[in-house]
């Protein structure tokens, strides 16, 4: 089944600097990458995603890139503030009608003023 | 427009009691998962349903849980006989089906076995 590991287990940063994480997946098959915002005490929030057909993505201050060949995607944050402080998750899925997505482990960002 | 609604959002059994565990979709959502998060780790997929049918179990452990998602109503995580080791957040997602679509999550409930 797939697998995806996720690097850096936590990650801080000065606020307005860059921050990424990089993820990498198992199974050739998966064309589906979204990724997650957990606040404390709170439920995933979805953040960007990526289609396996698309090279890279941008919203505002987040992007993610996918690369096929390689089997990894990095989700990418610019000028970085105190409220992007939270786990982030990135996950992998064979889209289809349905699906089960197979998350990292996440990775906790600290973002200092 | 309301979320994904679940409740409760923080439960206490003793040891061999039932927990249950109620989502609601959000609205136009036909499809239900559910995730388990242990502290300090990712979410572990669960089970899938949609009305009235568990398309799949295949993370589910084979005792003590169950899962159903009836005609009417919620979509109900029930875990009999609880143990320490049942302490986690369960999430519950949906989604409206069809591809690509990233679920919505709702806010958890927090399990807690004394």
């Known amino acids: 089944g797939e697998n995806v590991e996720q690097h850096p287990s936590t990650l801080s940063v000065q606020e307005g600097d860059s921050a990424v994480i990089k993820c990498t997946y198992s199974d050739s098959a998966s064309n589906y990458f979204p990724w997650y915002k957990q606040e404390l005490g709170k439920g995933p929030q979805l953040i960007i995603d990526i289609r396996s057909n698309v090279g890279e993505k941008k919203d505002q201050r987040i992007a993610v890139t996918l690369n096929k060949t390689a089997k990894h995607f990095s989700l990418h944050i610019t000028e970085t503030q105190p409220e992007d402080s939270a786990v982030y998750f990135c996950a992998a899925s064979k889209a289809n009608y349905g699906q089960n997505f197979v998350f990292g482990p996440g990775t906790r960002l600290s973002v200092l003023p | 427009n309301a979320g994904v609604m679940q409740n409760p959002r923080h439960l206490v059994r003793r040891r061999g009691q039932e927990a249950r565990l109620r989502c609601s979709p959000m609205?136009?959502?036909?499809?239900v998962y559910w995730y388990r998060q242990l502290p300090e780790e990712g979410l572990k997929f669960m089970v899938y349903l949609q009305k009235e049918n568990i398309i799949d179990e295949s993370g589910m452990p084979k005792e003590r849980f169950s899962a159903e998602f009836p005609k009417e109503g919620p979509s109900i995580l029930r875990i009999q006989q609880v143990v320490r080791g049942d302490s986690a957040a369960y999430f519950c997602?949906?989604?409206?089906?069809?591809?690509?679509?990233?679920?919505?999550f709702g806010s958890g409930t927090r399990l807690t076995v004394v």
């Open positions: 609205k136009g959502h036909s499809h």
């Open positions: 997602a949906s989604s409206p089906g069809g591809t690509f679509y990233g679920y919505t």
